[in-house]
T-cell receptor, first 117, second 109 residues
């Protein structure tokens, strides 16, 4: 089965450091989502892209977070500078949405577990 | 966005059917009902979705009431591996998925 691949799976770093998380969506999917999960907040949508263009990043702290899609096979989520409150599991998901109104459901990666000390 | 209401937790005996309810009384005509689940330490997994007809796949069945104000996800023969948090979500086709707290299902031997 095709899978969404996220790297790294685990990241531990000190506050103030830059963190970059990467996501390889399923080949052919045109929509990519970034989520963050914590015990307190549950699963939160941070941002999503369609055909590499950002559609909604209202869930993302703008001062330190940035999300990009350099090409159709790579999505990145960066935090600079990182803070302890950014500690969470970050999930990437991809899906296919067609203009005719059909779609394939979102498929999720296994996440990046981020710990900021 | 339509809101959903799910019980916070449920138990089910192994081998029995697990019936997970979801209320979505404010659902709009163009919104689909989606179900995902999240097994501990894994990413959410798509299970099934539907608009107004009942749906079945290899994982589960989805029963949607005629007025579309509620639905039930049925796992016909629950196994220990079905222990997970189950999320019911309503959204237009192709729109972003917003997760609520879900139902924590425990399958008991």
């Amino acid at each position: 089965d095709a899978r969404v691949t996220q790297t790294p799976r685990h990241k531990v770093t000190e506050m103030g450091q830059e963190v970059t998380m990467r996501c390889q969506p399923i080949l052919g999917h045109n929509t990519v989502f970034w989520y963050r999960q914590t015990m307190m907040q549950g699963l939160e949508l941070l941002a999503y892209f369609r055909n590499r263009a950002p559609l909604d990043d209202s869930g993302m702290p703008k001062d330190r977070f940035s999300a990009e899609m350099p090409d159709a096979t790579l999505a990145t989520l960066k935090i600079q500078p990182s803070e302890p409150r950014d500690s969470a599991v970050y999930f990437c998901a991809s899906g296919l949405v067609l203009s005719a109104g059909s779609q394939q459901p979102q498929h999720f990666g296994d996440g990046t577990r981020l710990s900021i000390l | 966005d339509a809101k959903t209401t799910q019980p916070p937790s449920m138990d089910c005996a192994e081998g029995r059917a697990a019936n997970l309810p979801c209320n979505h009384s404010t659902i709009s005509g163009n919104e689909y009902v989606y179900w995902y689940r999240q097994i501990h330490s894994q990413g959410p997994q798509y299970i099934i979705h539907g608009l107004k007809n009942n749906e079945t796949n290899e994982m589960a069945s989805l029963i949607i009431t005629e007025d579309r104000k509620s639905s039930t996800l049925i796992l016909p023969h629950a196994t220990l591996r079905d222990t997970a948090v189950y999320y019911c979500i309503v959204r237009p086709l192709g729109d972003k998925v917003i997760f609520g707290p879900g139902t924590s299902l425990s399958v008991i031997p």
